[in-house]
């Protein structure tokens, strides 16, 4: 069921799906809540799921110049007060992991459990802000050529003929934000700050879904932080780029099913 709150005079739109505990569905960079669609679908048979399409994406109006994370996750936080929930689990895909991560430093008590899902808690290192500063330019010129480049590039580069349908989609999905929504969310990311002490902080368990053909994070920075973790779970996909949600749903849904019993224990 497709619901809308109001919050700082903007809406934010979102799907409740399901019974039970909550599990919390956050989508990345050019993303929207239907890009967790079929991660929603199995998960809502057990859980109830709340996927939030995240400021300037989906149908969630732009807030600003810039979308920080904490402006994103004191967003979610909205959306879960406006249902009355206290307890739940996030499981947020890239961007959605730093919102993710954001959420867990301000509101640490709200936390059952945190999935990283190909995201990272290290900061944008000096070359990948530059990257940022590149990517918005070119977005100002033209950012349908950028999103159709971004979406690509996502996907694990050997199997692109096997995935056209799944880039297809993911496509579609980015073809639809603004362009400042597209400028907002850079400027967001480039500014976040380090939160990898968080990993070994937090008493529930964390889980890191890892694809070994990622061309944005690379796996050997993935698995060395994924040592920090107290209550460390990891999902590592050997034939996987980035988007192992939709290039590998049967393993991903598997393990996500583990990870939330685990959770929710």
């Known amino acids: 069921m497709q619901k809308v709150i109001s919050y700082k005079n903007a809406k934010v739109n979102f799907s409740d799906s399901g019974r039970g505990r909550v599990v919390v569905l956050l989508h990345g960079f050019l993303g929207s809540h239907k ?36 402006l994103m996750a004191k967003c979610v936080k909205a959306v879960m007060e406006s249902l009355n929930l206290k307890k739940y689990v996030i499981i947020g ?6 919102v993710g991560l954001a959420f867990a ?13 190909h995201s990272t808690a290290y900061a944008d290192t000096e070359e990948k802000k530059i ?80 694809g070994e053909l990622d061309n944005v994070l690379p796996y050997q920075l993935l698995m060395e932080q994924s040592n920090l973790i107290k209550n460390k779970h990891v999902l590592y996909l050997e034939h996987e780029g980035h988007m192992g949600f939709l290039e590998n749903p049967n393993v991903c849904i598997k393990k996500l099913r583990k990870f939330l019993r685990n959770s929710f224990k």
Not at 105 to 117: Q, S
Not at 190 to 207: A, F, T
């Open 93 to 98: 895909h890239s961007m959605g992991g730093y």
């Open 35 to 70: 890009i967790w669609n079929k991660t929603t679908l199995n998960l809502s048979k057990s859980y109830r799921v709340i996927a939030i399409d995240l400021p300037g994406h989906g149908a969630t109006d732009c807030f600003g110049y810039v979308h920080t994370m904490d």
């Open 131 to 210: 990257d940022r500063n590149r990517a918005i330019k070119i977005v100002k010129r033209n950012p349908s050529i950028y999103t159709t480049e971004v979406i690509k590039n996502l996907f694990a580069t050997k199997h692109l003929n096997r995935l056209k349908a799944e880039i297809s989609f993911a496509q579609k999905i980015a073809s639809t934000i603004s362009k400042q929504s597209i400028i907002s969310s850079l400027e967001g990311m480039k500014d976040r700050p380090n939160r990898d002490i968080i990993l070994g902080l937090v008493e529930y368990p964390v889980m890191m879904v890892i």
């Open 105 to 117: 430093d301000l509101f640490p008590d709200k936390l059952r459990g945190l999935c990283l899902f």
